[in-house]
Nanobody, 119 residues
Framework: QVQLVESGGGLVQAGGSLRLSCAAS????????MGWYRRAPGKQRELVAT???????HYADSVKGRFTISRDNAKNTVYLQMNSLKPEDTAVYYC??????WGGGGYYWGQGTQVTVSS
């Protein structure tokens, strides 16, 4: 019903920047909150940042001041600007949204994009 496709991951040196994008498509009626999560090797998935349809944001303490989440409602797209990257930011980053769709709705996940930060 709703598909999420992430892009923008890659390899970057510590202190560098990356911008992730996630585009939602499908039988969308309305997208409510959108967010980014990550899973580092050997660790559980954790929340990175979320943003409501009205633009209210929430960040994990570990990324506050370095990462910025934003969205383009017209394009059903959410972004994550990551600055001052650290090796501990290395993880697979997943996009998530809560959406209402024709025939149903719920929470949807992207396939993930790898971010690797070298020291």
């Amino acid at each position: 019903q709703v598909q999420l496709v992430e892009s923008g991951g890659g390899l970057v040196q510590a202190g560098g920047s990356l911008r992730l994008s996630c585009a939602a498509s499908g039988s969308i009626v309305k997208i409510n909150a959108m967010g980014w999560y990550r899973r580092a090797p050997g660790k559980q998935r954790e929340l990175v940042a979320t943003i409501t349809s009205g633009g209210t944001t929430h960040y994990a303490d570990s990324v506050k001041g370095r990462f910025t989440i934003s969205r383009d409602n017209a394009k059903n797209t959410v972004y994550l600007q990551m600055n001052s990257l650290k090796p501990e930011d290395t993880a697979v980053y997943y996009c998530n949204c809560n959406a209402e769709a024709w025939g149903g709705g719920g929470y949807y996940w992207g396939q993930g994009t790898q971010v690797t930060v070298s020291s």
